[in-house]
């Protein structure tokens, strides 16, 4: 049986009842996708081949996956016609399969995408003039549940691979055709081939802030962010990644030490009365020391801010108190920030309501004010149920008693 690699998760208590193993596939292939080189290597010697054939076929067959995006071996003309039937029998390319795809009225598309193992997740795309963005999951369900946050009110079924993780990017630029084309001629062992830029693709900018929390699946995640940004892989700056968090203190160096993407962080209240109740890992990891741990994340400087992010709820963090205390609080701390104040996108049976536009206005002039940068996200794709936290797929329906009872089962997880 594989089993996928789950991380020891810091403090006296797991916070996640177990989440299912990975079923692996029934012909016995290995799926490929998710792999770094050294591993593909290791297999194809596995396999039979010499340790030297073994580190060129992987290199070769690595630059199809990743750079081409190639979904069958066929295609991989510079390999021996012979080997190409070898490497079917015995490996997969996999894509998580697409059960539907849906375009918001504003552009904004979200796919509704199925493992191997028949777990439904999502993943929403987000053009801007001068950008995309690919809002990518990290789990099936998520280990904590935020009260404004649909995707919290599911289970976690189960973390999603570094396969998985990276494959929704490749989806992405399958979907928008964004493989580079040109000849493969003359790749040599040493070749390097930095070439793919994002200058005029649709595809530039990548947040790990779909489904689940990216840090309680950290091991995945970073193998899979290692895979898009190998300048010989999906090659797309660590610059133009970002982490978003709501707030799993213990794992914030090791992201900006292994990984080194932009950190995003769900603050979305500025006293421990409220962010216990709207953000409940607070009680596990209260805001000093989510602050300290901002305040020490490696890379982060005033070039490269932390992004806070806060969602305006009526009457429950909007107020010109609160505004003021978040830059209290962002002084404080000395921290190159920036604020993006997200209005509460609403889903069915959701218990908040959101601030009036006047009171985003207030709040966020407070904050810019004080020389904070402080935006107002727009929402995207509302329509279709693609917005920030609108996310949930076909878990089973739950009543109102049901879900506190889940939202407690979270809760004593946590500890
Ligand atoms: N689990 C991670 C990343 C996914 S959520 C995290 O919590 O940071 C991405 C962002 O959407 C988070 O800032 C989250 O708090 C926010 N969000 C969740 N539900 C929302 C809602 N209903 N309206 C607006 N933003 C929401
Ligand atoms: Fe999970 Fe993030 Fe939603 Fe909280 S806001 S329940 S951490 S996905």
């Not at 992405?172 to 001629?185: C, T, V």
């Not at 009171?359 to 020389?371: N, P, Q």
């Amino acid at each position: 049986m594989t089993s996928i690699p789950i991380m020891p998760i810091p403090g006296h208590v797991d916070p996640v009842p177990v989440p299912r193993d990975v079923t692996p596939r029934a012909d016995g292939r290995v799926d490929l996708i998710g792999l770094p080189r050294p591993r593909i290597a290791e297999l194809f010697a596995e396999a039979g081949l010499d340790a030297k054939a073994a580190k060129l076929r992987a290199k070769q067959v690595f630059h199809w996956l990743y750079h081409r995006g190639v979904t069958d071996f066929d295609a991989m003309t510079d390999i021996a016609k012979t080997m190409r039937p070898w490497l079917a029998e015995r490996f997969v390319i996999g894509r998580p399969e697409i059960v539907t795809a849906q375009v918001s009225s504003d552009g904004t598309r979200k796919w509704l995408l199925q493992t191997a193992d028949g777990h439904d997740f999502e993943m929403v795309f987000i053009p801007d003039a001068d950008r995309g963005t690919l809002c990518v999951s990290s789990q099936v369900g998520c280990t904590l549940n935020c009260r404004f946050c649909h995707t919290g009110t599911m289970r976690l079924v189960r973390n999603l691979t570094p396969g998985e993780i990276v494959g929704q990017v490749m989806l992405a630029r399958d979907a928008l055709s964004e493989w580079p084309k040109g000849s493969m001629a003359g790749l040599e062992e040493d070749e390097d081939e930095r070439t793919y830029t994002s200058d005029g693709r649709l595809l530039t900018n990548i947040v790990m802030m779909g489904m689940g929390e990216p840090l309680y699946n950290f091991d995945n995640v970073r193998d899979a962010l290692k895979l898009v940004m190998d300048g010989d892989g999906l090659a797309l700056s660590k610059r133009r990644i970002t982490l978003s968090t709501s707030g799993v203190v213990p794992m914030m160096e090791r992201c900006g030490e292994e990984i080194g993407v932009n950190l995003a962080v769900s603050l979305h209240a500025v006293t421990k009365d409220v962010r216990d109740e709207i953000v409940p890992i607070n009680r596990k990891f209260g805001l000093d020391q989510l602050l300290q741990a901002c305040s020490d994340y490696p890379g982060a400087s005033n070039a490269r801010r932390i992004t806070f992010e806060y969602v305006m709820l009526k009457d429950k963090n909007d107020s010109d108190d609160d505004a003021r205390e978040l830059v209290r609080l962002i002084r404080q701390y000395k921290l190159p920030a920036k604020v993006n104040l997200i209005p509460f996108n609403p889903w069915p049976g959701a218990p908040y309501e959101c601030s009036t536009p006047e009171r985003i206005k207030r709040f966020a002039e407070i904050v810019f004010e004080a020389g904070i940068s402080a935006p107002v996200r727009t929402p995207r794709g509302r329509d279709i149920d693609a917005a920030c936290g609108q996310l949930k797929t076909a878990a089973q329906k739950m009543s109102r008693a049901e879900l506190d009872r889940l939202a407690d089962e979270k809760q004593a997880a946590l500890g």
